[in-house]
């Protein structure tokens, strides 16, 4: 595998960054998790528009371009190979002093790594998943803004922990108001009565692209689509639910907190999203191989 970090490559053993990088010592940086689909990058733009908030939320002025970061993604790629995988671009402050302040960094330091990734066995996909509220809820805006895609994951982390320690693989996360806002790593969805719901990003919420797409798709079939404020209490009488992301794509959810949502298997609306998702992903993206 190689591996791109600041314009050179290296191999796996040898990809290696300083200690003294505040993306080490204090999760100071962002990150980008992106898919490659039969010989395409799938929604390379989106990614990339999405880094470049991150980093302006952060005050990290990334030091290439994004036509230039956009052209070593499908390089990278090119370069190992990948017709179906998985990227992830990391931008860390860089190198500092011991001391958080950010000012001490010279320079931003730019990862691409091109690999594979199975969030959940396949048989999730199949039966559904088993999820549970945890009790760390997740952060407010006014903390550290869920929109910014930023390399401390300590908040989802945590309660990745809480759902594994309770049996699950996966956590439903409250905002402080106690309404749902996501998972840990991805976006949740219900369909009731036909329409489909999901949290408003003012929830806390990343403004996922796997959401966006799934809202486009279902809008394009008809389906309405709306961004309510939702509780507990509307997941358990839900007819359908299912997460969406990058890694996990579109995961049908079949329990929440003991409670079975809707005939116990995956929903019929979930499915046919599903299908069109995968569909949508077979004929767009940005070209690897030209
Ligand atoms: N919420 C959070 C907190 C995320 O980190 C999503 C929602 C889904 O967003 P996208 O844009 O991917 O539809 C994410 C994305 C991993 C992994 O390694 C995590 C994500 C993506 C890919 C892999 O667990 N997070």
Redesign the pocket.
């Known amino acids: 595998m190689k591996i791109f970090i600041d314009g050179k490559y290296y191999d796996e053993r040898n990809a290696k960054i300083s200690v003294f990088d505040h993306g080490l010592l204090y999760g100071d940086g962002i990150f980008e998790?992106i898919r490659a689909y039969h010989g395409r990058v799938f929604k390379l733009k989106e990614h990339i528009d999405r880094l470049f908030y991150s980093a302006k939320a952060i005050l990290l002025e990334i030091p290439m371009s994004s036509a230039q970061i956009t052209r070593a993604t499908v390089e990278v790629c090119r370069e190992n190979k990948i017709r179906d995988g998985y990227i992830r671009l990391v931008v860390t402050r860089g190198v500092g002093t011991l001391g958080l302040n950010p000012k001490s960094c010279k320079r931003p330091s730019v990862i691409i790594i091109a690999d594979k990734?199975q969030?959940y066995p396949a048989g999730v996909y199949q039966r559904g998943l088993d999820i549970i509220t945890v009790p760390t809820t997740r952060n407010l805006h006014s903390a550290l803004n869920?929109a910014i895609?930023s390399l401390n994951y300590l908040n989802?982390i945590l309660a990745k922990i809480e759902a594994n320690n309770g049996g699950c693989e996966e956590a439903v996360m409250l905002n402080a108001e106690g309404f749902v806002a996501?998972c840990?790593?991805?976006?949740l969805f219900i369909v009731k009565n036909g329409a489909l719901l999901t949290p408003p990003l003012s929830a806390g919420?990343?403004y996922?692209?796997?959401?966006r797409t799934v809202m486009e798709l279902a809008e394009e079939s008809g389906l309405k689509v709306s961004e309510p404020n939702l509780t507990r209490y509307d997941l358990f009488s839900a007819d359908e639910c299912f997460l969406?992301?990058?890694?996990a794509e579109i995961v049908p959810v079949v329990k929440i907190d003991g409670r079975v949502i809707g005939t116990g298997k995956p929903g019929r609306v979930t499915r046919r999203l599903e299908d069109e998702y995968h569909a949508l992903t077979k004929v767009s993206g940005e070209p690897i191989y030209k």
Do not use: F, H, M, V
């Open positions: 998790g990734i969030l869920p895609k989802n996501e840990t790593g991805d976006n919420a990343l996922g692209i796997t959401r969406t992301g990058t890694g």
